[in-house]
């Protein structure tokens, strides 16, 4: 997988900010759990685009700056960026800068691109180069090749050749080019602080900087912002929407506004849907902290057995799914996770957790909280089984590693040790959604993907049941 | 305060095991919450006792150990260390390690000597010199003053000369020292991993590690261990136990048997008793994350308000007590917690904390609960108005710096900007922990302390209504 | 200066030996005199092209892969850089490493182009992206664009396209290629260590590496090395030779052949030369250590006045001239140099320096030795001077800088404090060469360059009496 | 050899000026060849005495200055430190600073006291507490011990009371003391920079810093230098003087004043008298660089062959000597010299070098010549065998690592493979010495010690064939 690398990242730029670059730092700090691995800033002042990146998390890009002095200019756009092993490297690390005809050229990326690879094939037989291995690079080539003399023109016609999902910042010496796929399937919301625009992957961003939430990024739409104001350019026409219903699941911050919705009402939500569809007789409820406690709230509002906090959390430690490298799991799982005995002891509990994708850490937690001395462990899942790979940048691991493309329901029960499993359905998650309006991606759990290409026949004929 | 260094701290020791100092360092990872500034391990493989000492977290002190190897030996201590800014050097950084006339010997020690600056002056006249400021150095030349040819009775003799408060482990070629205060203010447990002792601070370092729990150290033990087995001396005779409280209230982690009881159960009913105490007509009930998730979640189970989940931390920051440096506080809370609108919108809520310190993070986190749409706020901390300076290593600000020094409770709910504020009474308090048989220092709160020689007329005579 | 950056950097090539990247590395320490702001090394193993890059010495690039692990592979190429502070950055040390239809591909240059500017402007509006800003970068996608199935031709062909001086080591997945610009300005030649082939841009570095010297490359040569052996293609036709004489008079190591001849040799007869055409009365000859010793002695064994050394230098402070950044040179010089009095006190002083660029080093080092005592002091140049840019990587300043480009000799020897001042003649310097048959640029001295349309008639007026 | 370190350091001391350590830390660049393990400066503004040490070079002392700010005070000291791999840590690194009853006291010491043991032993009986390995902190332990109510007279009466050689530079809050042992065995002298009074092992330092020489500090002498002036306080009573001469032949630099004469000099006579002793039949005379040329001109001058460099030096390596780990000593070499072809080839040729101690360097040394084409090869070394250890500081092997303990000068012939192999009598070295009027030890060359406790019959019976 060099060459194509899938990516759940995080995308902030702001324009017409006396400090843009030192407010895009803060974004990115509020959307670090969207990716430790590397961060980067660009930012004009209109004469020169500038660039920093470093490895590791937002706060060595923040002691880089503190050191070398923050980046000049009015304008920014930044990145996080977590990604596989194979492309652990600074050289992949975004935002990338290059610079074309028309100049100065900065791009950051949220989302994969499904025809990256063909257009890499394509460009490089017309005599391009590659400097990474990320499918962002192939944006660039395509404005770059383009022949308008306008390069809002340039963007917009590159944008519209590329598919997949792709919440893009771009900056010029003079203007920012902010666009989104046209089924909307990563999140990306414009906010305002003081006359300054900000967009942002999470809402969250807007928080901690002071800005205020105005819209999300249309599906489909290219906004440009430069000394004049803004205007909306449209990528392709598109009615069809494919929001990643994952975000909501796991991967953004509860605070968030998410297509437009609280994610944390969403997952309080599925929490109740899910005691309604796969109750449980047992004494306390308790998440998998932090990211599923909301969910473990919904269950035991619904339900009406007790909520409890279960699990501590060492804060020392980061976000296991979030790593990069695989190494270490079980032993990181230990170091991470401490049960309240008091809590579990003799107990029948209920053990909420958004999603299971390999099971290896559930297991562990599983085993844990058996030998704090639960009497019953009753697993719950605020999702349905994970089946299929994500091509639109959700960094799931194979289908042959994933426990629910493998085994049945009751084999993972099983293989956990527990009591009971049991997952939401596709049509529960949805209903809870449809009721926002919303149309999603179920890709991962349905193996339906939106773009038609990818729903060949032999990707949809896993058939375990539920 | 140059020469008096008020610190909390967590030591570890472990006899008796291939990777003493592997384990040690696990142990201390557990207890990271107890000091982020500096962490040391020292180990003996009976010829030679080695010591390392990094700056900064426990992970800088395992990369510095796999990259240069781990410490030899069977036996090894270890320290974490917290310290204000004064003495924020890797000179004061523990374990020390110093040769005298019976050979090499380390010390770890969490806990503080009210006598250590008279002790120190003694010596010094005496011909000695002092090469740290931390009063932990005094133990060490008290035991090679000591004439008697036995270290034994030496370290005995010595540790009958402090006074104060002091967990400590020593390391010698051939054993193990392990001392605890007469009154056992600070927390001090033994446990077995296989074959192997091992003591620690907390019992969430048995956990991780994967020892077991035996018994606490004694107040007034000194247990040696050494080849032969254990033998358990006596410092000095007490009958009076002074169990600092706030181990409780907030310092140790909930999953921690500390004093021999569930730290998260002594913290559940802490709420209950607030509930009792200080009730409040609202909708929802929320914690200060993470440390008052378990108060609020008892407050509500008593008082029938819904708990909810209204502030997230962020994990990448560390906790706001600990930072040795009280520049940019007010930054640093914005950067850690953000509030949920959807929980708090239009609510009555109940925010619980477990102290008020200076008061300052707590007033920015109302302003945020307000701001995200809080109806009304009514604070209640699960523990009584810290107004006192603490003599035993709770790193408290002076009185001056004391919110509850300088104002009436209802000048604080005026200063927080909230609807009302309700704080737990010494009673209450002790009478929740009386139930479980301890007695303890109430110093901080009551301007009570244990040793008499601290409860002059002019310390007591802060007389503010509740 | 942004766009087009003068560098004078080493660079290697092996192929064939199992720890080839480990060689490279040796190779470009014992070149580290030709750059000291970063260094890479990229390595095949036939199915993949590695990299890696540091900034700072070479020891940082060893010390980096003693810890990550030595680039597998039986092929490296390798670079030395030093740049102007404008493009001091990672984005462009090299090895460049891109990819393109023929698959990965890497480069390493020392030299200049002296139409990459125009190169670069004409891709760009074919579409071409650029990441970094040197000129080493237009080569690359030169070959990218060209038709040919054959890299062998496609190389050669973009070779041939590019003006200016050039010493390339490129490397594919299966072959290595050498090439030298056609009227071969700066050294490169070619060695064997024992079946492996390696290039090299001094000899020295086979001396270190224990490779033994087969011949130079031919100017206009294109070396092919691939697993079938080597074959040689012309990249153009000529017979013009133009070797930077720079080389030998300051740049390359003594113990160096370049351009087929002894570099310690020519600087010795440099010094023999000048004793003839600026001969002095004086009592001791010293030179400016360490580079200018070895014209010192030729002035003397010429001469008859005793060699002495007079200065020292502190070996702590790296080279003044390959600095980076002017700032505080004046200090450096006080940092580096420190004279001995008991040679220099009371004495007529010869004191030979290899070339004056801003003069100021050589001010100070004029004032050091009046001050140990010298009672006279003659400085003496070992080449002309320097009063021209350098259009192919010698990174003079402009010449409102080159301080024999606005002063009269007779000025200089004013601002210099000295008795007398004399420079080598452009016809002495040459005829020492020419002895040895080449052909030498002299454009830095008398302004007159190998490539016809540097010779504009503005450049070359000029005309200070000697 | 862990209780009892060897060393040879570098000392400075600087009252009066409001950049003290700032001046002490250009001192220590300028003495960096006595020590590149660890640096660093105490320094005290009238109120503290505060410290920063470094491991590494000087250079990283100042970099953490810069950083974090220079340390106030108008007097400071500092110490560059070379020592054994065994106390290779920052704990050992000087100087020390500790408080005693008298206040902050920090102390830097060059040399080696003979007795440290036994009084540290003594010591320890008395309840005293070591924390380095050093020998130094012995004296701080008597200062601290001593009753006296008179700081001046503690110190003097503690230094009285150790054997050996030490120059030592201790500082009080109000007062800098600067001592030197009976027989002067260090070199230590005392400069002015403007009202500023300045300490240093070499004047080498004085010429950095702008200072200018007053005269050495006599042997036995304390000088005491405080606001009120300076004064002279006698340690001890001593007519007889044992200067090391091995600070000519080898370890100072050649710029500096040492025991009141100027090294360069003397080392040029060195030189003339081994041309005188020891002629040879050759072409050219050549100094392994850069410790030997001076000794290599001098032969030259005196026997009429011409003097060439034949080797060079990389200037991107440490010195072989100083390296405190013998790992890889083959492979630096290697890496450290270059022989120049063109000056050795069929050359008949005398190589000059200063001692052998373990010989493997020279030996390669000699294989390169060799193999550059040298027809014969004379080695001359500037002083006589050194066959026995030093006990005053200079960090030779033991001896059966010497090579001249365990050869005679004809199998070190052979094991150098040279065709001859010369050194200088002691008798010549001394006379060259006594025309100077000094005194010196040269234990290391007869094992005849000033200490005559250290003379015993078994440690001087080595009677190899000169």
């Known amino acids: 997988m060099v060459d194509e690398i899938s990516e759940e990242c995080g995308v902030i730029g702001i324009w017409g900010h006396e400090h843009a670059s030192r407010i895009a730092a803060m974004g990115l700090f509020a959307m670090q759990h969207r990716g430790q691995e590397a961060s980067g800033i660009a930012a004009t002042d209109g004469r ?58 900065a791009i950051g990326h949220n989302g994969n691109l499904i025809n990256a690879k063909a257009l890499r094939h394509q460009m490089e037989e017309m005599g391009h180069i590659f400097q990474s291995t990320s499918d962002t690079e192939a944006i660039l080539h395509l404005v770059a090749r383009h022949p308008s003399e306008d390069i809002d023109e340039a963007v917009r016609a590159s944008l519209a050749k590329v598919h997949g999902s792709y919440c893009v910042v771009m900056l010029a010496k003079d203007r920012m080019f902010v666009g989104r796929d046209p089924m909307g399937i990563r999140p990306l919301c414009l906010g305002r602080l003081e006359k300054a625009w900000v967009v942002a992957s999470e809402s969250c961003a807007f928080d901690l900087v002071g800005a205020t939430y105005v819209r999300d990024i249309e599906p489909g739409e290219l906004l440009v912002i430069d000394e004049k104001g803004t205007r909306s350019l449209r990528i392709a026409e598109s009615t069809k929407r494919a929001h990643c ?65 279960g699990l501590l959390r060492n804060h020392y430690v980061g976000r296991t799914f979030i790593d990069p490298t695989q190494a270490g799991r079980e032993y990181k799982v230990k170091l991470k996770f401490n049960p309240i005995p008091g809590v579990l002891k003799g107990r029948r509990v209920v053990l909420v957790d958004d999603s299971i994708v390999r099971g290896t850490t559930l297991r562990s937690l599983c085993r844990m909280v058996r030998e704090a001395g639960a009497s019953e462990i009753h697993v719950r899942i605020s999702s349905p089984p994970v ?50 309006e919303g149309q999603f991606c179920t890709g991962c759990f349905s193996g339906c993907y939106p773009d038609e290409e990818l729903n060949k026949p032999e990707r949809n004929q896993t058939a375990l049941p539920l």
């Open 48 to 105: 020169e685009v500038r660039l920093v990146r470093q490895m590791g998390l937002v706060a060595r890009l923040t002691e880089y700056c503190a050191e070398h002095g923050e980046l000049p200019g009015h304008a920014a756009i930044g990145h996080v960026r977590y990604s596989t092993a194979g492309g652990s490297a600074l050289i992949n690390a975004q935002p990338f800068l290059i610079r074309h005809k028309r100049g100065p050229l």
């Open 245 to 309: 219903i994952f975000e909501f699941v796991y991967f953004s911050r509860p605070d968030s506004l998410i297509f437009g919705h609280s994610c944390d009402k969403i997952r309080r939500r599925l929490g109740k849907q899910l005691a309604t569809e796969c109750p449980a007789e047992a004494d306390v409820v308790i998440g998998v902290p932090d990211s599923s406690n909301t969910a473990a709230l919904g269950f035991s509002h619904k339900s009406g057995i007790r909520f409890e906090i």
């Open 387 to 436: 089946r299929h790979p994500c091509f639109y940048g959700m960094d799931f691991p194979t289908e042959t590693e994933l426990l629910a493309s493998n085994m049945s329901v009751e084999d993972m029960r099983k293989y956990l040790g527990v009591d009971s499993l049991g997952y939401l359905s596709i049509d529960g998650m949805v209903n809870t959604a449809r009721e926002l």
